[in-house]
């Protein structure tokens, strides 16, 4: 258990909806990371916050956004969802002091039919 | 631009050695990550070099060449549960600090 937690674990939707999945990073943990990981594919970096900032953001399609709260969680919205989006959606979180450590949550699946 | 490459598959025996390479070409470099991941499950971190030379942490070392812009992870007395794929990462200062992952090596463990 890496102590980073995701919720939905599964989110089954159909195209043209929008859905909102949600990161809590390790205890202490300021900075958080979101990836997109399709079927035997490899991790697509999508965006980083630091203490409720953007630090970093990937090939992130403007249909995708994402914030960081001041209690550390990040959602990640995903909208006009597309059968191509059907993927793993992690997040993960490191200390800024360690930001070459990455803490993988379990990931949520989502399936766009 | 930013790139790592790393082999596809690599296939070895129970109690075998195997080193997975990895190489990159980013514009800033803070080092080379290596995670784990087993199929559905998430990533896990192996290990990390700044600085050129051997990491060792039990089974598996890293190695960095800064100057060859090469690394290598060697995982020792391969045991069946090694079985899975492995990414080799960057944070590349120039990309605006993004994290970039190889496409990973899927490592089979023969009986």
């Known amino acids: 258990d890496s102590g980073v937690t995701q919720t939905p674990k599964h989110l089954i939707t159909a195209t043209g909806q929008r859905v909102t999945l949600r990161c809590s990073p390790r205890?202490?943990?300021?900075?958080v990371y979101w990836y997109q990981q399709s079927l035997d594919q490899g991790l697509q970096f999508l965006i980083q916050?630091?203490?409720?900032?953007?630090?970093a953001k990937g090939n992130i399609l403007e249909r995708f956004s994402a914030q960081q709260f001041p209690d550390l969680h990040s959602e990640l919205n995903l909208s006009s969802l597309e059968l191509g989006d059907s993927a793993l959606y992690f997040c993960?979180?490191?200390?800024?002091?360690?930001?070459?450590?990455?803490?993988f949550g379990p990931g949520t699946r989502l399936l766009v039919l | 631009g930013q790139s790592l490459e790393q082999p596809s598959e690599v296939t070895a025996v129970e109690g075998a050695i195997v080193q997975i390479n990895c190489t990159y070409q980013?514009?800033?470099?803070?080092?080379l990550s290596w995670y784990q991941q087993h199929d559905g499950g998430a990533p896990t971190f192996l290990s990390y070099?700044?600085?050129?030379g051997l990491e060792e942490t039990g089974r598996f070392s890293s190695f960095l060449s800064r100057s060859d812009s090469y690394g290598y992870l060697l995982l020792q007395e391969l045991q069946m549960k090694d079985s899975a794929s492995y990414f080799c990462?960057?944070?590349?200062?120039?990309?605006?600090?993004?994290?970039?992952f190889g496409a990973g090596t899927r490592l089979f463990v023969k009986a």
């Open positions: 993960a979180s490191s200390t800024r002091e360690a930001q070459e450590t990455q803490y």
């Open positions: 205890s202490g943990d300021l900075s």
């Open positions: 916050y630091y203490n409720g900032e953007e630090r």
């Open positions: 980013t514009s800033g470099f803070y080092g």
């Open positions: 070099n700044a600085l050129d």
């Open positions: 990462a960057v944070r590349d200062r120039a990309g605006g600090f993004k994290t970039i």
